[in-house]
């Protein structure tokens, strides 16, 4: 039940995203649309950010499912980028708002999840310590984050596919050779 009443509301915040801006939207607006009390929300999330962050997780937990391994990393990237591009009034407002970093945050959480899944998998067997694995896979966050957030900001406009092709052809080979690079 209580999982019902969060995905209700991220619903609900979703629609309401299609009608205002973000900043513009109050919980009486989200238990209104959703016929819950204030204090239902309240049970869940501190503040609308809280469920947009939370929102955004859920979104990328399931975009995600399965696609960390170094065969699979491209089409997880590729489920990132459709993720976003699925949610597009969402993100856009919420990129938009005030709360532009929880869109940074969600992207850097998702990527390095996906990434750090590849760098596990190939360290297997090499002397490496966990510091520059981190470091490897936070290297190649940045990337794929700064690509990402440029592809938002100028309005989700390009093929994201030949993005993501393009984002491979420049990785093929690179982490496994940082790996090897940064081993004892």
């Known amino acids: 039940m209580a999982?019902?009443?969060?995905?209700?509301?991220?619903?609900s915040l979703k629609k309401l995203l299609l009608q205002k801006p973000l900043d513009k939207i109050?919980?009486?607006d989200?238990?209104?649309?959703?016929?819950?009390?204030?204090?239902?929300?309240?049970?869940h999330f501190k503040d609308i950010y809280d469920l947009v962050e939370w929102a955004c997780m859920e979104d990328a937990s399931r975009a995600l499912q399965g696609k960390k391994t170094y065969d699979s990393w491209q089409e997880g990237l590729e489920q990132i980028f459709e993720a976003v591009l699925e949610n597009k009034p969402f993100?856009?407002?919420?990129?938009?708002?005030?709360?532009?970093e929880q869109i940074e945050n969600y992207?850097?959480?998702?990527t390095y999840q996906l990434i750090m899944g590849v760098v596990e998998e190939k360290s297997v067997g090499v002397n490496i310590t966990q510091e520059d694995k981190t470091f490897i896979a936070e290297f190649y966050k940045y990337g794929?984050?700064?690509?990402?957030?440029d592809w938002i900001k100028q309005g989700m406009k390009a093929d994201y596919h030949v993005i993501v092709e393009k984002m491979s052809t420049a990785l093929k080979g690179n982490i496994t050779n940082s790996i090897q690079n940064f081993s004892k």
């Open 91 to 100: 993100i856009m407002n919420v990129y938009h708002s005030v709360s532009r």
């Open 3 to 11: 999982n019902m009443t969060k995905y209700a509301l991220e619903v």
């Open 26 to 28: 109050t919980i009486n």
């Open 30 to 43: 989200l238990t209104e649309d959703c016929g819950i009390s204030r204090m239902a929300f309240y049970y």
């Open 144 to 149: 794929f984050v700064g690509i990402m957030l």
């Open 107 to 110: 992207l850097f959480r998702l």
